[in-house]
T-cell receptor
Framework: DTGVSQDPRHKITKRGQNVTFRCDPI?????LYWYRQTLGQGPEFLTY????????KSRLLSDRFSAERPKGSFSTLEIQRTEQGDSAMYLC???????????FGPGTRLTVL | DAKTTQPPSMDCAEGRAANLPCNHS???????VYWYRQIHSQGPQYIIH???NNETNEMASLIITEDRKSSTLILPHATLRDTAVYYC?????????????FGQGTELSVKP
């Protein structure tokens, strides 16, 4: 069990640029979640996958955000035309279906200048 | 999923028990209480969960009142490494997707 990994850990970009983050879940976990966390707030749910199917998306996930999990293993979260309000920590978590415990990665901190 | 209320911050002396309260007065019968914590610059970490009965594991104890409207997370011998934000989350067993709805949590500072 190597844990959930995320890459990159930090990303600084200019407003209007596109960015992509990667999450590698624990290998046998079929569920994968994305959250966003701004300073001083708890994590906010964005979306989740069961295997390769994206089963739920939050209203927070605007049209500029897209997430994929093409082979049911790693996932990517892309933000197009970034805005300063997108600056946040993006967290990934994974679990087995029906399991009570979720395992979170260390997050990717995005700063939009 | 029911809403939870936690104090924004608490202090605890190193070596003493830390008792973190959570109010979930609108909890329904099939909703579980979960606790996660988040150490600075890390992702959240699962601590414990329960439905009705008190629970204990290697990290903490969870005490749920008989009416289930509140609970307390107990760290029996707090260390400096327990300094973190602690989140109390209520999640329905019908929540098939398993997503967690976080509040603002309690920032626990363990002091020497």
């Amino acid at each position: 069990d190597t844990g959930v990994s995320q890459d990159p850990r930090h990303k600084i970009t200019k407003r209007g640029q596109n960015v992509t983050f990667r999450c590698d879940p624990i290998s046998e976990h079929n569920r994968l979640y994305w959250y966003r966390q701004t300073l001083g707030q708890g994590p906010e749910f964005l979306t989740y996958f069961q295997n390769e199917a994206q089963l739920e998306k939050s209203r927070l996930l605007s049209d500029r955000f897209s997430a994929e999990r093409p082979k049911g293993s790693f996932s990517t979260l892309e933000i197009q035309r970034t805005e300063q309000g997108d600056s946040a920590m993006y967290l990934c978590a994974s679990s087995l279906e029906g399991a009570n415990r979720k395992y979170f990665g260390p997050g990717t901190r995005l700063t939009v200048l | 999923d029911a809403k939870t209320t936690q104090p924004p911050s608490m202090d605890c002396a190193e070596g003493r028990a830390a008792n973190l309260p959570c109010n979930h007065s609108t909890i329904s019968g099939n909703e579980y209480v979960y606790w996660y914590r988040q150490i600075h610059s890390q992702g959240p970490q699962y601590i414990i969960h329960g439905l009705k009965n008190n629970e204990t594991n290697e990290m903490a104890s969870l005490i749920i009142t008989e009416d289930r409207k509140s609970s307390t997370l107990i760290l029996p011998h707090a260390t400096l490494r327990d300094t973190a934000v602690y989140y109390c989350i209520v999640r329905s067993a019908d929540n098939q997707g398993g997503k967690l709805i976080f509040g603002q949590g309690t920032e626990l500072s363990v002091k020497p």
